[in-house]
Nanobody, 116 residues
Framework: QVQLVESGGGLVQAGGSLRLSCAASGTIFSNDVMGWYRQAPGKQRELVAIITRGGRIMHADSVKGRFTISRDNAKNTVYLQMNSLKPEDTAVYYC??????????WGQGTQVTVSS
């Protein structure tokens, strides 16, 4: 079992910044991948960014140049720095932990609202 605790969402004006954090605990495997997904009302959940334990990173095209994912392996924590936020970034953001051995775990979600 893996538990994920997210923090850092909120309300911000367009052009502003937020930083999301997600701490993992439980049975953590060394070859895991952590990431962020988001789901806007009426839309499917979509990938925002992922990062491997070794530091390989992928960002969705919609957030490249604005969002940066990072992680602290010693703390089993992943971060998402979100700059130049747009109203279309409004969504519930979910932390994800993945291992090929045990599959996926999800955080409870944190709301990010960007006002115009």
């Amino acid at each position: 079992q893996v538990q994920l605790v997210e923090s850092g969402g909120g309300l911000v004006q367009a052009g502003g910044s937020l930083r999301l954090s997600c701490a993992a605990s439980g049975t953590i495997f060394s070859n895991d991948v952590m990431g962020w997904y988001r789901q806007a009302p009426g839309k499917q959940r979509e990938l925002v960014a992922i990062i491997t334990r070794g530091g390989r990173i992928m960002h969705a095209d919609s957030v490249k140049g604005r969002f940066t994912i990072s992680r602290d392996n010693a703390k089993n924590t992943v971060y998402l720095q979100m700059n130049s936020l747009k109203p279309e970034d409004t969504a519930v953001y979910y932390c994800n932990w993945h291992s090929d051995y045990v599959g996926d775990y999800w955080g409870q979600g944190t709301q990010v609202t960007v006002s115009s």
